[in-house]
């Protein structure tokens, strides 16, 4: 299983970006997937979650309002459009699947992960 990210790059604050997660080697009909991000110097973060069983999303409250998560199983696909962007959001955004269901927000409870994709708020 492969995760491809892109979408990344410079915004100004206040601006929107759409991330893309491209998957192959398997149908992600039964997968959860999550996005975290990394700020520079600090560790990894959750930032949403989409579920296979019913399609539940959640999200941190540091992002709730602004981020949306969506799946597209038929072209094997995973999105995340954040809005409102802030200095704050600026990180390497990872997209991540799990081989099982439930609202998994800890890095460790995946089993594969993109390469990453950066995210720049500035002005």
């Known amino acids: 299983v492969q995760l491809q990210a892109s979408g990344g790059g410079l915004v100004q604050p206040g601006g929107s970006l759409r991330l893309s997660c491209a998957v192959s080697?398997?149908?992600?009909?039964?997968?959860?997937f999550g996005w975290f991000r990394q700020a520079p110097g600090k560790g990894r973060e959750f930032v949403a979650v989409?579920?296979?069983?019913?399609?539940?999303?959640y999200y941190p409250d540091s992002v709730k309002g602004r981020f949306t998560v969506s799946r597209d199983n038929a072209a094997n696909m995973v999105y995340l459009l954040m809005d409102s962007l802030r200095p704050e959001d600026t990180a390497v955004y990872y997209c991540?699947?799990?081989?099982?269901?439930?609202?998994?927000?800890?890095?460790?409870?995946?089993?594969?992960w993109g390469q990453g994709t950066l995210v720049t708020v500035s002005s």
């Open positions: 080697g398997t149908i992600i009909n039964t997968y959860t």
């Open positions: 991540a699947a799990a081989q099982k269901g439930g609202i998994l927000i800890l890095d460790d409870e995946y089993d594969y």
């Open positions: 989409i579920t296979w069983t019913d399609i539940t999303t």
